[in-house]
């Protein structure tokens, strides 16, 4: 299974450690040649024997362990996006760019050393018990949660399919404690994360992130904008880290042609050349459109960004973008472990490349550091954007004028005003 995804790295990982299967990988993709791959195996081989032998700690010196350490410094030693991933990371790293998992489908969050519902996944088991958004998870299976960490609350969430797990909560505003029993479903989580029609008929879109359905959720969020006969659209990419390629290539082809060109990505030999073009036969979207972005718009949303820009399809509004523009290859290893490989870089319809550039906006609107932080919450929880008070009340600050967006607004506004106007003719 090979799948080709753009994501920020969480980090970088210092120091290269190599071993015998490193360098066995290194030669099945033609990195090394042979005489030097069986020189740099030997000598590891005789590294590994040394730290075998005399480490104080044999269970940090066996095999296995430095295996996979050493196949993370190699694959983390060569740029910050490629990397080694074990089983469990590679089973997550899964969920999150197919958009499914197994578990009740309740969204989460960590404060103050406690446990909320942030709000269920519509129709999923967390939903049809009745469970709400603001609802405190005390206990899972029994297991009172004292000072939780949330990465093992969520994995205590999720499960196989069919498995059941008993959750406790806490209800505030009701001031009643009940319990619930669901049994686990695959869930299917949103990259939309708002889709409504502002003042003036202009349609507005968030796409959070770029899923394997990302592509379908967008057209059926223009679909319904197209119902409520929007006059043009603002597509907030703004803190999209990326995700699949082939999603962006979808949010972008209903406002290109059949067989326009939206992307293409070259590889290190001039063969290694992929073009993404539109295939749909149906007319292109032709309203007025623009998109937002900001130095955290990374990767598959660049890809968008750069198309629609470089087309003169979108007006981009915002700051610049955070300028990751290479492409990673899945592979699959043994013992269900994968590998995360950068293989190629990605350039715009007129041989932009944006890694380490970024898209710069046509009209740039700077945030403060206050801004920033604020927009990101709204961001996050546009629920909560739409009713400042229940903003403040969580976050015990005001949403703040969103700048950029006002900004986007009055574009269109101002487009939609030329479009009507037409001079006297004597």
């Not at 469990?88 to 489908?105: P, Q, R, T, V, W």
Request: glycine letters at 8%; proline letters at 5%.
């Amino acid at each position: 299974m090979l799948k080709r995804i753009l994501t920020i790295a969480a980090g970088i990982v210092l120091g290269v450690c190599l071993v015998a299967g490193a360098a066995r990988l290194a030669t099945a993709l033609g990195i090394l040649p042979g005489n030097e791959l069986n020189q740099s195996a030997a000598y590891v081989r005789k590294v590994m024997s040394l730290i075998g032998d005399n480490y104080y700690d044999p269970a940090k010196a066996a095999t296995p362990e430095l295996t996979k350490a050493a196949l993370r410094g190699m694959t983390e030693s060569l740029d910050p996006h490629s990397e080694f991933m074990d089983a469990k990371e590679y089973a997550l790293l899964n969920e999150d760019m197919g958009s499914e998992f197994g578990g009740i489908g309740l969204q989460v969050e960590a404060r103050k050393n406690h446990i909320y519902v942030v709000i269920p996944v519509k129709d999923s088991p967390g939903d049809r018990a009745g469970i709400r958004g603001g609802d405190e998870i005390t206990s899972i299976d029994g297991a009172p949660l004292e000072k939780p960490d949330i990465d093992n609350v969520v994995e205590k969430l999720r499960g196989k399919p069919r498995t059941q797990v008993t959750i406790s909560l806490h209800r505030a505003s009701e001031k009643r404690d009940f319990t619930a029993t669901l049994t686990r479903e695959m869930i299917k989580t949103q990259s939309i994360g708002s889709t409504r029609v502002l003042p003036g008929g202009i349609g507005y879109i968030l796409i959070t992130q770029f899923t394997e359905r990302t592509g379908e959720e967008f057209c059926d969020a223009l679909n319904q904008l197209a119902d409520k006969n929007v006059t043009s659209l603002i597509i907030d990419l703004r803190n999209n880290p990326g995700g699949v390629l082939e999603s962006a290539v979808a949010v972008a082809e209903p406002f290109f042609k059949k067989c326009e060109l939206i992307v293409y990505t070259q590889g290190r030999a001039p063969v290694d050349r992929d073009e993404y073009r539109a295939e749909s036969d149906d007319k292109p979207i032709t309203v007025p459109v623009a998109i937002l972005i900001n130095e955290n718009s990374a990767s598959a949303a660049e890809i968008v960004a750069g198309a629609m820009k470089d087309t003169g399809r979108a007006v981009i509004v915002g700051e610049r973008s955070f300028g990751k523009g290479s492409v990673q290859t899945i592979f699959d290893l043994d013992n269900g472990e994968g590998m995360r490989l950068t293989t190629a870089r990605y350039y715009t319809p007129g041989g932009e490349t944006i890694h380490e550039r970024g898209v710069s906006p046509q009209v740039e609107v700077v945030l403060t550091p206050d801004e920033d932080d604020n927009i990101a919450l709204q961001l996050s929880r546009p629920e909560l954007a739409e009713t400042p008070a229940a903003f403040k009340e969580r976050f015990d600050v005001a949403p703040m004028p969103d700048r950029q967006l006002q900004t986007a607004v009055t574009i269109l506004q101002a487009l939609a005003t030329l479009t009507r106007w037409e001079p006297s003719r004597e």
